[in-house]
């Protein structure tokens, strides 16, 4: 019997080669065994729904795939499922000015929807290190966050409309681009976050804020991990901030060596802040700054003078994640109310100091929202798969402490297979109960991204 996908699919669509199978069957996580069976490459919203329906009428499954940047293995296919690729639906549709609304199909990269909006002289302020290769249909499946979420929030708060085909095969479009809409429940949000395991993200309307004025860099110096709050509080209550962001100096040591930058100030401090802000309130930053040095918060502080430099110092944050991907990390992305983070901070550098006293651990992170990554780095004498289980046999002491605070487990990562067993830490039985009453509703055949997401019944 033919395979069905050969009668849906020419070859320049469907590709089995071992080499786009390896490539197209992971994201950014590396230890995940990958084993699609095929390779779809979308072209149009037809294309998706006439794939759903095959694989519902076939039994196979389908696994949602952006630009695999994801760090929890949401778009792995490790069962011979069938990968589907947005990166050909890559097309900005429409734009109003009007409106400020941009229509995109889903495979737009987040730095093509960056750069159009700056080309209509307004901005998308969603921005974090893999903006070069993330697609818009994936920032939507996992709500992704960034460097800018204390101004501008998470990617939820940008999309005014959604384009989606659920597991059934239905194209819904929700809400159209409108700024109110009280009628009913808001589906949109539904699919936000979904992580692929309800619908395929297939185009978005996306508002587009002002151009933002010329920002400016800071980066201080901190010894104490919880004066990093008094320093943020200082800061927030003398003006706006665009970025407020943390790194230990585990973390500036492995990046520096990675891109071979230079120290952003003479001597070591155990911690970092990177503040950025409007260049029109340097004078309120210059005062802030002398009070957290005077109270002996900060020891010593650089400010960026010029585009370049205030890019430089930005290196230091962002490439933190790239420099430590060779160490195939255990990557835990947690937060909290920033009301309960200092005594967060403390318990969880006090238990992962007792839990992994071999283990090199950089903390970095999105500190302005609650939002900490801590990263614990693999020796090479360990296997990955018996690091992973060492991390895994540790995780629920932590979780125990994040979920005692009502915080979460996955901050902006998503739970795709690696949060996918702890996910009770952050959600009630009752929580998860809807959850799976929602994707019996949107997937009865459950084809879409199977074991992603919801905990497997035992
Ligand atoms: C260096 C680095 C830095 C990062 N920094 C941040 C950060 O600061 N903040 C943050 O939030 N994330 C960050 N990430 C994680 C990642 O970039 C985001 O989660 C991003 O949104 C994933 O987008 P993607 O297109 O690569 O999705 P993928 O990795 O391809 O997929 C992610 C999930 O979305 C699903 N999916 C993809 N496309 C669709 C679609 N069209 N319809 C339905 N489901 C779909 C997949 O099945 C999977 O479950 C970082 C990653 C790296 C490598």
Sequence with gaps: MSDPLDELFSPRQLKR???TLAEWGRDWTRSYAVAPSAVVFVESIDDVVKLVQAANQHDFKLVPSGGRTGLSGGAVAGHG???????RMNRILDFDPADRLVTCQAGVVTQTLQEFAGEQGLSYPVDFASSGSSQIGGNIATNAGGIKVIRYG???????GLTVVTGNGEVLRCNHGLVKNATGYDLRHLFIGSEGTLGFVVEAQIRLAPAPQPQQVMVLGVPEFRDILEVLR???GALTLSAFEFFSEQALQKVLAHRNLRRPLPQPVPFYTLLEFDASALEAASEAFEAVVEAGWVVDGVLSQSEAQAAALWQLREGISESIAGY?????DLSVRISQMPDFIETVDALVSDSYPDFEVCWYGHIGDGNLHLNILRPESLSVDEFYQRCHSISPKLFAEVSNRQGSISAEHGVGLLKRDFLGFSRSPEELEIMRGLKAMLDPGQILNPGKLLPLKS
């Design 81 to 87: 499922e069938v990968v589907v690729s947005f990166d």
């Design 234 to 236: 200082t800061f927030q």
């Design 154 to 160: 998470l990617t939820r708060d940008w999309v005014a």
């Design 17 to 19: 080669d071992a080499d």
């Design 328 to 332: 195939t990390p255990y990557k835990n």
